[in-house]
Structure formats: structure tokens, C-alpha cells
């Protein structure tokens, strides 16, 4: 099993959709846990952090189920600019590692 | 505000020629510094990592290796290159108390 697993998609949507990612994670220690979002032939970006309570930043929310040990990232009203690869990343507990999911792309069509 | 910068952008080497990528980071003082590979379709890897000046943790064996000569500046090399160090290799700087690390533009090298 992966550490970080992602399906890696593509999600075709519609703008103005909205569209959902999951992200599930092998080791129940992991501490911390992130979005970054990457476009093509660019160096990853972070996006958000995502904390235990939930966190929302604009169109985009972010949620944490421990029990479960998943993530999920929630983008309302896409836009063209949206198209890109959302990459869940994960701090397992060991030091100060951060673990990629192999990422999800988004395309997002007018 | 801190930026970090890599160079070169592109490289295209022939097998078995040597390596030097280099990695800067200005605003910050005593960072982690990270080498990850992404090769083509793939997730992020990790090479190396360094909590200060000489200091280097190597987590992937292979023929690539790494340096620290200097607080802010981190060098990934090799002796000789295989087809399989193709790829695209960004540094990665960490935010002291915070496990958030915050990348270079990376430099994408094809082995021909």
C-alpha cells in the first residue's frame, strides 16, 4: 500500500463546478498535512495547510478525518485557472519527511 | 520575504558526464534544504536532506550525491550520469517550527 494515495484522475468538470479530491494515508501518526498545487512543467505550490478542525480559503476547503486517515480538498465555482495537479502531502511522524501523493489532475473546460 | 532560486532551468547531459545543480535560498537563516527528483508522470522523490552545513541525510541510494558548503547553499552532483537520472529536480527549503516547505522552479535535466 502507498503511503499517500491519490487517484490521479483526470477530473474533467465544467466551469463553475464543483469538484472534490480525496487523499488517504497509510501511517496513523502523521501530524500535518498540506495541498500544493502544481501546473504543468512548474515546481509544486503550496495551497493550503489543512488542520483537524477544517479550513476553508476562498473556494477551497480543506477537511481532515483522522479516524479514517483521509483528506479531502473541496474547490467550489471552478475556474479555467484551476486546471492543474493537486498534490496531497503528508508529514508521516518521522522528523521532519514530507510524503507526495502521486497527485490528482484537474482539467477544468469552458 | 525569502525566495530560493536553482540553475540551471534546462540541462541536457550525455551519460556517463558529471553533474552540478545548484540550489540558493535568500531571506532565512539556517533552513532544511531538500533535493527531490519528479520524474516524467511521477510523484516527488527525496534525495537528500540537510539540517545545517555539512550536513547531509541521503534517503534514496543511487550515484547521485550532495553538498552544503555554505548556509543557504546546497549543490546536487554526480561523477557520472545514467539514462535514469532524467528527470525534473527542485530544491526545497523548510519554514523553521512549521513542517510547510516551499519550492525552487527546478531544473529539468534529460540524460541523452
Known amino acids: 500500500r502507498k503511503e499517500v494515495e491519490q487517484d490521479p484522475g483526470p477530473f474533467n468538470v465544467p466551469e463553475g463546478a464543483t469538484v472534490a479530491f480525496n487523499c488517504t494515508y497509510s501511517n496513523s501518526a502523521s501530524q500535518s498535512f498540506f495541498w500544493y498545487r502544481q501546473d504543468c512543467r512548474k515546481e509544486p505550490k503550496l495551497l493550503m495547510s489543512v488542520y483537524s478542525s477544517g479550513n476553508e480559503d476562498g473556494r477551497f476547503t480543506a477537511q481532515l478525518n483522522r479516524a479514517s486517515q483521509y483528506i479531502s480538498l473541496l474547490i467550489r465555482d471552478s475556474k479555467l485557472s484551476d486546471s492543474a495537479t493537486y498534490l496531497c502531502?503528508?508529514?508521516?511522524?518521522?522528523?521532519?519527511?514530507?510524503?507526495f501523493g502521486g497527485g490528482t489532475r484537474l482539467m477544468v473546460k469552458p | 520575504s525569502q525566495t530560493i532560486h536553482q540553475w540551471p532551468a534546462t540541462l541536457v547531459q550525455p551519460v556517463g558526464s558529471p553533474l552540478s545543480l545548484e540550489c540558493t535560498v535568500e531571506g532565512t537563516s539556517n533552513p532544511n534544504l531538500y533535493w527531490y527528483r519528479q520524474a516524467a508522470g511521477r510523484g516527488l522523490q527525496l534525495l537528500f536532506y540537510?539540517?545545517?552545513?555539512?550536513?547531509i541525510s541521503s534517503e534514496v541510494p543511487q550515484n547521485l550525491s550532495a553538498s552544503r558548503p555554505q548556509d543557504r547553499q546546497f549543490i546536487l552532483s554526480s561523477k557520472k550520469l545514467l539514462l535514469s537520472d532524467s528527470g525534473f529536480y527542485l530544491c526545497?527549503?523548510?519554514?523553521?517550527?512549521?513542517?510547510?516547505?516551499?519550492f525552487g522552479p527546478g531544473t529539468r535535466l534529460t540524460v541523452t
Open positions: 540537510s539540517v545545517g552545513i555539512g550536513q
Open positions: 526545497a527549503w523548510r519554514v523553521h517550527l512549521s513542517y510547510e516547505q516551499y
Open positions: 502531502v503528508v508529514n508521516m511522524g518521522a522528523g521532519n519527511m514530507l510524503t
